[in-house]
């Protein structure tokens, strides 16, 4: 396989199969992440483990971090006015290759999300790309067509922003329930 070919089957798989685009995005941001050429070791079976945190893991001292964690996902915002009170210290104490995540809510307008995101966020080269967590809540049962609306306006937002697609982080059983058809 050369990346002349790769790049042709993204390219089919993004044309074609819409919810091929989430996974496609997380491998692209991978390589992205880490420079990868042909010749490099994710091509060798070379896996990274990384950990997502956010407030709820109380103050972690990163000294004693399992040093096989290659990355870190560190919770910014949620919906429209929720910043992570930890965000601020996990962000300047991880010393990892770092990212942040919103945690989105269907309820709630995908640009006010977006807005308050990349408020609080900033990207610099090396960092992970942002990425948006979509997990089930109640919402997502009353008006799926309005979550994934919000979600699209919030994934054009940032992309509009930051010239870059979000990872959107989420199970595919998830996502082809509720997301996925109207996405």
């Not at 000294?63 to 910014?76: G, H, L, Q, R």
């Not at 006015?81 to 962000?91: A, G, L, Q």
């Not at 269907?106 to 080269?125: E, H, M, R």
């Not at 919402?139 to 870059?164: F, H, P, S």
Request: glycine letters at 6%; a neutral charge; one cysteine or more.
């Amino acid at each position: 396989l050369n990346l002349e070919y790769i790049s042709y089957l993204i390219y089919i798989i993004f044309k074609k199969y819409k919810e091929m685009r989430i996974l496609i995005t997380i491998i692209l941001s991978i390589f992205w992440l880490y420079g990868y050429s042909q010749s490099d070791s994710i091509l060798n079976n070379t896996v990274f483990h990384g950990i997502d945190i956010s407030h709820y893991q109380g103050e972690i001292d990163w000294i004693k971090i399992d040093t096989t964690i290659s990355f870190v996902i560190c919770k910014a915002t949620e919906g429209i006015n929720k910043i992570d009170p930890k965000f601020k210290y996990n962000w300047e104490n991880c010393g990892i290759t770092k990212g942040a995540y919103h945690f989105f809510r269907p309820q709630y307008s995908g640009i006010g999300q977006a807005k308050l995101f990349l408020s609080v966020i900033f990207v610099d080269s090396g960092d992970i790309i942002p990425v948006i967590d979509v997990e089930m809540t109640k919402y997502w049962k009353i008006d799926q067509k309005r979550g994934a609306k919000n979600l699209t306006e919030m994934v054009k937002y940032i992309e509009e922003e930051l010239c870059v697609t979000p990872i959107i982080y989420t199970s595919g059983h998830f996502w082809n329930l509720y997301v996925g058809p109207h996405y």
